[in-house]
């Protein structure tokens, strides 16, 4: 018995084996009937072309300024017009919306600003303090397109703007660890009105993805133009990642 | 700041490097004015029996461009590059200023720029073996022919006799001079490239489609099956490097070879990336696309090569193989017998059935070193035209969209198509209504339970077995299933190893799709129920 069922069980298997195997595909192509045949490459060099792009970056401060390096962080969102000049080069015209949240730790930094903070009454004793600020930028840039095929694909290029933001939106967090956490929270724009700033941009790219660099002179968008709180502003030193969406 | 004004500075040379010097310019002009033609003293008389055949008659876009359109229009260029009569044009060298006045002439119906990129050579042709063995040429030539049965045309004595072929090529190096096609009728060439006559010379590439079209081996073994048509070759293309003035090349010489009375254009040529993307390849935006289809409406057979991207980034064909009424011509392995592995995908991108046909894609030919097998459907193309002009020989009365379908219907899968070999090779006892000389397979098509099998007659099954034990294994078994919109949702090519084979399960695909099967010469089909 034990012979037939191993017997059964072994041409049950070779059944199943060889209508496995009754045929051999040579080549088979399955066809997206919905969309329109597309090329792999990313991103048409087209005359006019519009993309939604979003980024993630770090700040990075002046020495002494207090900056938690590695804290600092930023977002952005934006939609990007790309104007084509010719193969090699386009104009670009970028709105977004960006978010800072700059950390600082006074304790461990000295500094005009840490300084200050420290000696003013409403501060002194916390120790840890953000700055966020909420902005809507806008950059002109110049894009050189490095690529090989370029005359089509975004491929490799090469960015360089200026860049003007309009704070919408400043607040500042301070902490006291040794204060039962208590937080202090000023909302600057209630206070100061608008703040307008400037700098500069650049990107190297590759199809969707650029490295971003932004820099903004000292004071950007800051409380007041005190030097102890110009600190508090834009850092100098933006650099990110960023993709576009489209 | 110091920093980054070098910067601005340093990329400010650099593209420099990249500007454009003169702007070339498309003049496109309202009509054709008021000028007296004479079609008997302008077309070649086979021009003008073409026409007759095909119920082609004499309209406006015949006449030549406007002379006093052409002379208000000078003042206002550098260079006059070309006239085109087909679509009332000019290309010409200006700048933005004078191009914007030129848009104003009354007689001009808008300017555009034109283009000006590199694009890459898609038709390639890679010498895959040198080969000294007589035999072995001989026998490689013999099966690029026989495979399309094409004895059945010179058994015959039909061998494009009394049809124009006009040839379009990067060059004719030596053509004048090699012994495989020294018996060439050449009635006329030019080159389009540097506005002169001598084509013998530039590129060996248009040698080996010539050698496919109608050239021998070693003055006794045909590699095309055309060797007594006429010929007419033109060079339209720079190579290596390509500029999109090859482009309007194109338009001028088809619009030279309908002058001179041309039946059918062999253009082994085709642009891609990245002067184009794949959606663009619909048959009306490319200028070489809209040129071939010109062709076509005058009379002329145009074929031409699918491409040699299905195993890079492009993947499908390129400009003028996605023209509607242009024969694109795929390439498959003559030891397969299924495409070959370079060989670029249809559909065109509004999804019509392309490649139309195909042929062998490896074909021993005319080289630089005498004689070479040379792969790309840069040869498969040719080896379809030398079979279009046999047909045309043989059936003299036919016009162009006659023409056109029956090559598509002597197929040897035809009904069945897919995107990689469309109706298959060209048969030319289907084109002479003769009988089929190989049998056919007994089989059927069989649902069970939710999957289609494919069943092998039992005496006919026997018999194959008793004859060679892996006779399947060697049959090619092709598959379809065409979705809603008329476009192929999938297919394949697979070879069978039972009688009774499972070919799909319905649990795939959508209620109501057709199924169509193509094996050993017949075509059966189901639907999904």
Known sequence: ?246 | MVKYNLVLALCFVFQMAFAAGPTKYRVFFTDKGQQTFSADSFFHPNALARRARCGVAVNPTDYPVYKPYIQATQPLVDEILMQSRWLNMLVVYTDEQRAALISQLPHVDHIAKAPQLQAEVMAKADQTAQEDQKEKNERYAAFQLARMQGERFTNQNIKGQKVRIAVFDAGFTNTNKHAGLAHLQIEATYDFVKDASFVYDYSWHGTGVLGCIGGYFNQEQLTGLAPEATYLLARTERHPGEYLSEEENWLEAAEWADKLGADLINSSLGYTEPRYFVEQMDGEYTLVSRAAQMAFRKGIVVVTSAGNEGSGRWKYIGAPGDADSVLTIGGINPFTDYRTNFSSFGPSSDGRLKPNVTAIGIALTASENGYGRLSGTSFSSPLVAGFVACYMQAFPHQNQHEVFEAIQQCGHLYPYFDYLHGYGVPQAWKAMGEDNPVETARWSLNWENDSLFLVIDEAYHQKHLAQDSQYLDKMNNYLHVEGHNGILAYYAVLRLKSRRTALLSTNDYEQGQMVRVHFEGITQEARIE
């Open chain 1, 1 to 246: 018995m034990k012979n037939r069922l191993s017997t059964l069980g072994i041409l049950l298997t070779l059944g199943a084996f060889s209508s496995l195997h009754a045929q051999t595909m040579i080549l088979e192509e399955k066809v997206d009937t919905t969309a329109p045949l597309q090329t792999n490459s990313f991103g048409k060099n087209s005359n006019h072309y519009v993309q939604l792009y979003t980024g993630l970056g770090l700040s990075f401060g002046r020495p002494h300024g207090g900056l938690a390096m590695g804290f600092s962080r930023n977002f952005s969102v934006g939609l990007r017009y790309k104007r084509k000049i010719n193969a090699a080069q386009s104009l670009l015209l970028e709105t977004q919306y960006s978010i800072y949240r700059q950390v600082f730790d006074l304790e461990n930094s000295e500094g005009i600003f840490t300084n200050g903070i420290r000696r003013d009454s409403q501060f002194g004793n916390y120790q840890q303090f953000n700055a966020t600020h909420q902005a809507l930028e806008l950059n002109i840039a110049h894009r050189f397109n490095f690529d090989w095929s370029r005359g089509n694909h975004l491929g490799v290029y090469l960015d360089l703007g200026v860049i003007g933001a309009l704070g919408i939106a400043h607040r500042i967090n301070a902490h006291d660890p040794l204060n039962d956490d208590a937080t202090l929270a000023i909302k600057w724009k209630e206070q100061t009105g608008i703040k307008w700033a400037y700098g500069f941009t650049t990107a190297l790219g590759y199809k969707q993805w650029s490295i971003w660099g932004r820099y903004y002179p000292e004071g950007a968008l800051a409380f007041s133009d005190q030097s102890v709180w110009r600190g508090a502003g834009l850092q100098p030193y933006q650099v990110g990642l960023s993709l576009s969406i489209n």
